[in-house]
């Protein structure tokens, strides 16, 4: 349930590189393919359906939606793609995909394909935490993202919108992505840092977790401690921000009053233990920030880009979306937790936004045991050893899951029709026990981003078009054009 929120550097899957330093690193953990049950196995997709030899097969994962939406309509579900000695078999659609998210990593494990990040997040955080460390360390994360602590969020978010859009003046032009990249670090840093490390050490921290970003490439996966540029400016940037927190830990001790409100996960992972008494070190609390500024910054900022723009692009969309908004708060109260719920239509258009354009293409475990897998009547076995991967970008454009699936239409998630209901169909935040837990921060920063962004402004596409989805990207976003000519509202 608490672990889909971590696959953020599964876009990187989209580089042909990182695919290639990816099966290398693979192959080392399995020189030879395991036997299979041949009654009961995936159909191996054939030389014929891909470009030949082992480098034509990378190039094939350079477009991967592609590859899997191809080999979908050819061989149905369930198949297995072999690259070098290793196999990949993908799950397609909601029956296919069940067991992906219903078992857990005992028998679909991340610790074998994410453990390149152990560099960024730090020793015994996440991945490289023994299970029931890991388990406590969610568990903790996950108490810094409930309800009562969201209600709280919201006046920050809603504080750091109003000074952001202020600056844009009365009228102009900017790159959404460009914009919604640095306001949603900064909404994240008020609520999950607190307002010490906002108000006074934010540049710094921006500035370090540049570099730590910067540090994940496509050779970190094959060689995550190679001493190359971007990784010793990674390592510099990891320890100059466990020492940061480090002092800021030390003077919240001293005086915790400077924790502010005590909202923020930071003054709640200080205050973490494990089940045996021992608290949090200060390494596992730097750790642990960095991997949820990891798994929200990318997503939040590009879901946002996107909805802005599926929206301003609709006129009769954007027409209710302004109705929406002007009837909630034609009373000129603030914005409070109840608004928020109340947004029926901007929360439907932000998991259409998800649904067509999924940040996260691809998502991968290693199979621990073999895995049965029944789908249209037909049974398989995934034998232990494979890569098992689900696409959210294929699986969620299935015209027999999702009507007209390529238009963005957020009605779909209405009464009378809620596709999204089909177990396992709609993969915005995972599924079942591999949900986000990030889900409802991530909904709050979203719609109080949407919801000030199109109450304050008019606004249109530049270049009147929709970008294109960049799957050749390291972050799966908008390619291509994403400026709006903005003008502020008589009505603001």
Same mark, same amino acid.
């Given at each position: 349930?608490?672990?889909?929120?971590?696959?953020?550097?599964?876009?990187?899957? %989209?580089?042909?590189?990182?695919?290639?330093?990816?099966? !290398?690193?693979?192959?080392?953990? *399995?020189?030879?393919?395991?036997?299979?049950?041949?009654?009961?196995?995936?159909?191996?997709?054939?030389?014929?359906?891909?470009?030949?030899?082992?480098?034509?097969?990378?190039?094939?994962?350079?477009?991967?939606?592609?590859?899997?939406?191809?080999?979908?309509?050819?061989?149905?579900?369930?198949?297995?793609?072999?690259?070098? /000695?290793?196999?990949?078999?993908?799950?397609?659609?909601?029956?296919?995909?069940?067991?992906? @998210?219903?078992?857990?990593?005992?028998?679909?494990?991340?610790?074998?394909?994410?453990?390149? #990040?152990?560099?960024?997040?730090?020793?015994?955080?996440?991945?490289?935490?023994? #299970?029931?460390?890991?388990?406590?360390?969610?568990?903790?994360?996950? =108490?810094?993202?409930?309800?009562?602590?969201?209600?709280?969020?919201?006046?920050?978010? $809603?504080?750091? *919108?109003?000074?952001?859009?202020?600056?844009?003046?009365?009228?102009?032009?900017?790159?959404?992505?460009?914009?919604?990249?640095?306001?949603?670090?900064?909404?994240?840093?008020?609520?999950?840092?607190?307002? &010490?490390?906002?108000?006074?050490?934010?540049?710094?921290? !921006?500035?370090?977790?540049?570099?730590?970003?910067?540090?994940?490439?496509?050779?970190?996966?094959?060689?995550?401690?190679?001493?190359?540029?971007?990784?010793?400016?990674?390592? %510099? !940037?990891?320890?100059? #921000?466990?020492?940061?927190?480090?002092?800021?830990?030390?003077?919240?001790?001293?005086?915790?009053?400077?924790? +502010? &409100?005590?909202?923020?996960?930071?003054?709640?992972?200080?205050?973490?233990?494990?089940?045996?008494?021992?608290? @949090?070190?200060? &390494?596992?609390?730097?750790?642990?920030?960095?991997?949820?500024?990891?798994?929200?910054? /990318?997503?939040?900022?590009?879901?946002?880009?996107?909805?802005?723009?599926?929206?301003?692009?609709?006129? $009769?969309?954007?027409?209710?979306?302004?109705?929406?908004?002007?009837?909630?708060?034609? &009373?000129?109260?603030?914005?409070?937790?109840?608004?928020?719920?109340?947004?029926?239509?901007?929360? =439907?258009?932000?998991?259409?936004?998800?649904?067509? *354009?999924?940040?996260?293409?691809?998502?991968?475990?290693?199979?621990?045991?073999?895995?049965?897998?029944?789908?249209?009547?037909?049974?398989?076995?995934?034998?232990?050893?494979?890569?098992?991967?689900?696409?959210? %970008?294929?699986?969620?454009?299935? $015209? $027999?899951?999702?009507? =007209?699936?390529?238009?963005?239409?957020?009605?779909?998630?209405?009464?009378?029709?809620?596709?999204?209901?089909?177990?396992?169909?709609?993969?915005?935040?995972?599924?079942?026990?591999?949900?986000? #837990?990030?889900? =409802?921060?991530?909904?709050?920063?979203?719609?109080?981003?949407?919801?000030?962004?199109?109450?304050?402004?008019?606004?249109?596409?530049?270049?009147?078009?929709?970008?294109?989805?960049?799957?050749?990207?390291?972050?799966? +976003?908008?390619?291509?054009?994403?400026?709006?000519?903005?003008?502020?509202?008589?009505? %603001?």
């Amino acid at each position: 349930m608490l672990d889909q929120i971590f696959d953020l550097p599964t876009p990187l899957l %989209a580089s042909v590189t990182f695919i290639f330093l990816l099966f !290398a690193l693979l192959t080392t953990l *399995c020189i030879s393919s395991l036997p299979r049950d041949k009654k009961t196995a995936p159909p191996d997709v054939s030389a014929a359906h891909l470009a030949p030899g082992v480098f034509g097969r990378m190039l094939e994962f350079g477009a991967p939606v592609k590859m899997v939406e191809r080999c979908y309509r050819d061989y149905g579900p369930v198949f297995t793609v072999r690259m070098f /000695h290793k196999r990949i078999t993908f799950l397609v659609g909601p029956e296919a995909q069940a067991p992906f @998210f219903k078992l857990n990593d005992d028998y679909l494990s991340q610790q074998e394909v994410y453990g390149f #990040m152990k560099p960024v997040f730090g020793k015994d955080v996440i991945y490289d935490a023994p #299970m029931k460390d890991r388990r406590v360390q969610f568990q903790n994360l996950a =108490n810094g993202l409930r309800a009562d602590k969201m209600k709280v969020y919201v006046s920050k978010i $809603e504080r750091e *919108c109003t000074k952001f859009f202020a600056a844009w003046g009365e009228s102009g032009e900017i790159d959404l992505i460009e914009a919604f990249s640095e306001l949603t670090i900064l909404t994240a840093s008020r609520c999950l840092h607190g307002d &010490d490390v906002r108000d006074n050490l934010f540049k710094q921290v !921006a500035h370090l977790f540049h570099d730590l970003d910067r540090g994940v490439t496509p050779i970190t996966v094959f060689a995550p401690n190679l001493p190359i540029p971007a990784h010793r400016a990674r390592d %510099a !940037a990891r320890i100059e #921000m466990k020492k940061l927190f480090r002092d800021v830990v030390e003077k919240r001790r001293a005086d915790p009053s400077l924790g +502010g &409100d005590g909202t923020d996960i930071l003054t709640i992972l200080m205050n973490s233990k494990y089940r045996d008494g021992r608290p @949090f070190s200060d &390494d596992q609390i730097t750790g642990l920030l960095i991997a949820l500024l990891f798994a929200g910054q /990318h997503t939040s900022s590009i879901t946002s880009t996107w909805t802005a723009l599926f929206i301003a692009k609709d006129p $009769e969309i954007l027409k209710r979306v302004h109705g929406e908004q002007e009837e909630l708060f034609a &009373d000129g109260k603030a914005m409070d937790y109840n608004h928020l719920n109340k947004m029926a239509l901007l929360h =439907n258009c932000i998991r259409e936004t998800l649904r067509l *354009c999924p940040p996260l293409i691809l998502l991968m475990r290693m199979a621990k045991r073999d895995i049965p897998v029944t789908c249209k009547g037909n049974n398989y076995t995934v034998p232990k050893g494979d890569i098992v991967m689900v696409s959210p %970008a294929a699986a969620q454009r299935l $015209e $027999e899951v999702f009507r =007209n699936a390529n238009v963005f239409d957020p009605d779909r998630f209405g009464p009378g029709r809620e596709e999204h209901k089909i177990p396992y169909a709609y993969l915005g935040f995972g599924g079942g026990m591999h949900s986000c #837990m990030g889900q =409802n921060f991530a909904f709050l920063q979203i719609k109080i981003i949407m919801s000030m962004l199109f109450r304050t402004f008019d606004i249109e596409l530049k270049s009147g078009k929709m970008p294109e989805i960049d799957y050749e990207a390291m972050v799966v +976003g908008p390619k291509g054009d994403c400026t709006i000519k903005y003008k502020r509202r008589t009505t %603001a």
